[in-house]
């Protein structure tokens, strides 16, 4: 019953982190978006990795010592999320090349409901209709912020941004398979490395000379990729995978308020619609997990 109570009661100690990993994720999002019509992505992505890595190093020798920095615990679940993080990267990039972002975004979102179907299978973690619930009316609000075109969709890069989606799903559900076995710190240094070793080979092959605007943009992109996966890696190892899926939709929401502080663009009715329904969508769940909670500590009579 402990255990229990460990396992479920930790959501709001899973959320604050993964909001504000999101928001970071979203403003990245935007700079990556801008360079990829500048740069390769496999460029893009090795720079941004190898940057997150090289952050990382002097935090996670610090915390965990050299030992531990370098030997990590369930290394082929560590190679298999940083491959994860590598071809996700990849094919968003690619997608939003050839896709309206609108698009790219709400094909990308198919990951929550991955993670919500998968986490009975790989996690042990019970199916929830009411979180499924959550997940489903989540993405209605995505829709009416994004309110993809039809037309726009048949274009090449609908099956990246789909890949895209369900290797994040992926990532998510090892995040929190590491967490109860791993220092998050040390999960979310050895995704950039692995990405850093599977790209650094074609280096020679995809490095172009850059402006030092370019080079400021992809230190910043190293910079929030270091703090986002970071601050995901540690909300999913704190709660359920299924239980903090409809609160990832609330990146879309982060995206939004970036549009109008950068860009001066103002959501109309229809995207305030969606948006107080993603956040009700959030708030449902979290009511109730809270409830199951207090019933669980309720004497039993």
Not at 87 to 114: E, H, K, Q, S, W
Request: hydrophobic residues 60%; aromatic residues 8%.
């Amino acid at each position: 019953m402990a255990h229990s109570d460990a396992s479920h009661g930790s959501l709001t100690q899973g959320v604050v982190p993964l909001l504000a990993g999101l928001s970071l994720a979203a403003l990245s999002g935007a700079v990556m978006k801008g360079l990829s019509n500048e740069l390769p992505a496999f460029l893009i992505v090795w720079v941004r990795f190898l940057g997150f890595a090289a952050l990382m190093l002097p935090v996670v020798l610090w915390r965990q010592g050299k030992a531990r920095a370098f030997a990590p615990v369930m290394p082929k679940a560590q190679l298999l999320r940083g491959a994860m993080m590598a071809a996700g990267t990849a094919c968003f990039i690619i997608a939003a090349r050839t896709l309206d972002f609108a698009n790219a975004i709400t094909l990308l979102y198919v990951y929550p409901f991955l993670i919500t179907l998968l986490a009975p299978f790989f996690l042990n973690e019970p199916p929830r209709l009411l979180t499924f619930l959550g997940v489903a009316s989540g993405f209605v609000g995505v829709l009416l912020v994004a309110r993809p075109s039809t037309d726009g969709l048949a274009v090449a890069g609908t099956p990246f941004a789909l890949a895209a989606g369900a290797l994040i799903a992926g990532q998510m559900i090892l995040n929190r398979r590491l967490g109860g076995a791993v220092d998050p710190l040390l999960t979310s240094f050895w995704g950039a490395c692995v990405v850093t070793m599977m790209v650094t080979p074609f280096a020679p092959w995809i490095w172009q000379a850059v402006t030092m605007a370019q080079a400021g943009k992809l230190a910043l992109l190293a910079l929030m990729a270091a703090m986002s996966q970071t601050l995901v890696t540690i909300a999913f190892s704190r709660a359920p995978a299924a239980d903090l899926a409809p609160f990832t939709y609330m990146e879309i929401i982060a995206g939004v308020g970036i549009g109008f502080t950068v860009f001066g663009t103002l959501p109309d009715a229809l995207s305030f619609l969606g948006m107080a329904i993603i956040i009700a969508s959030g708030i449902m769940v979290a009511r109730v997990q809270r409830g199951r909670i207090t019933a669980r500590r309720q004497p039993k009579i």
